[in-house]
């Protein structure tokens, strides 16, 4: 299993939203490194649900739940989405200021590629953002 952050406009898209529809399908983005991880993507990952341009700050989990599609806003179909089901709501968010305050965090992908709204989050990476958290 591998672990990834996906950032997304809690105005646009939030986790609340995610709970509602049950299963959301990861699209729209149009940059190749992240496109590149969308495409990475299997079924089982796991993913932080994080709020980009307000809050700045990861929120819950989602699953993959459909790995290696095409993205449906794409009419060429050259770019990849997936979809996801929430799983676990952070008790306690973890903020942005948190994550860079975090030595252990400091090749983590969303603090070295601050632009990127699809990053791949190591193994103890994840721990270390899950510990934060409270779970």
């Not at 994080?50 to 819950?60: F, N, T």
């Not at 252990?104 to 603090?111: G, N, R, S």
């Amino acid at each position: 299993m591998r672990y990834w952050l996906l950032k997304s406009e809690p105005f646009k898209y939030g986790w609340d939203d995610l709970i509602a529809e049950k299963e959301g399908t990861w699209d729209g983005v149009r940059n190749h490194r992240a496109k590149n991880n969308l495409a990475a993507m299997e079924v089982g990952d796991q993913a932080f649900f994080y709020h980009s341009r307000e809050g700045l700050e990861i929120v819950g989990i989602c699953e993959v739940s459909v790995a290696g599609i095409t993205d449906p806003t794409d009419p060429e179909g050259k770019w990849a989405a997936v979809k996801v089901k929430p799983k676990t709501k952070l008790p306690h968010p973890v903020t942005l200021k948190q994550i860079k305050a975090e030595p252990k965090l400091a090749d983590c992908e969303l603090v070295r590629l601050s632009r990127l709204s699809v990053a791949e989050i190591k193994p103890d990476e994840w721990s270390v953002i899950c510990a934060t958290a409270g779970i």
